[in-house]
């Protein structure tokens, strides 16, 4: 259990939440059987308690929603709101005992769920992903390893992987300590504006005109 999964206080953050939640409500993403990924950062923690009122207000259930397994994602399995968990890893306790515990929380592996060449590569048949990104360009290219320094500081994991989704979200402020994060140009790149669909951040929805 660590920070990374305490749901964000900060106002800016959660105005960008509920534009994720709402540009997956309005642009058609959220109906009946739909699948979605979202991270343990705070803002992916509020998206979720946002996109679970949606979903219950308009009585609408996901297939499955891919892990990274919290607390949030199993209170969605457990109430009905999605039919499968498909866990990568489990970030708190409440994940760890849901593995245990309900049949439909699953254990993958990520040389499964992001083999471009495997039968089980989830990736591809996400509806809709949601990411964060270090920089993003005004050509929507994104940065997810380093700072504007140039200092690598992240490990990349299945970022690059989770490009391949239907619908990519990049859910950033527009800065952090004083550090703008809308660049003319990325300090590095990791993965191309083509693959971006959308850039969320507290000043509003910016979606690719590619």
Not at 51 to 74: C, D, P, Q, W
Not at 139 to 158: E, P
Not at 179 to 195: F, K, R, S, W, Y
Request: some cysteine; proline content about 3%.
């Amino acid at each position: 259990i660590s920070g990374t999964t305490m749901l964000t206080k900060s106002p800016d953050r959660l105005l960008i939440a509920e534009y994720i939640a709402q540009f997956v409500e309005e642009a058609g993403i959220m109906k009946d059987g739909f699948s979605f990924q979202a991270g343990a950062g705070g803002i992916n923690l509020a998206f979720l308690e946002n996109i679970k009122r949606r979903m219950k207000e308009r009585n609408i259930k996901a297939k499955f929603v891919r892990g990274g397994s919290t607390k949030y994602l199993v209170d969605m399995l457990e109430e009905g709101l999605t039919e499968f968990i498909l866990d990568g890893q489990s970030f708190d306790l409440e994940g760890v005992r849901s593995l245990r515990e309900n049949s439909n929380h699953l254990n993958t592996s990520p040389f499964t769920s992001y083999n471009f060449h495997g039968k089980g590569n989830f990736a591809s048949m996400l509806d809709v992903v949601i990411l964060g990104a270090t920089e993003v360009d005004i050509n929507f290219n994104a940065n997810v390893v380093t700072h504007s320094d140039g200092y690598l500081l992240h490990g990349i994991g299945g970022w690059q992987d989770c490009m391949y989704a239907k619908c990519v979200i990049l859910a950033v402020p527009s800065f952090r300590d004083r550090v703008p994060i809308i660049v003319d140009e990325v300090t590095t790149l990791c993965a191309p504006g083509e693959m971006v669909d959308v850039v969320i951040t507290e000043r509003g929805i910016a979606i690719n005109p590619v």
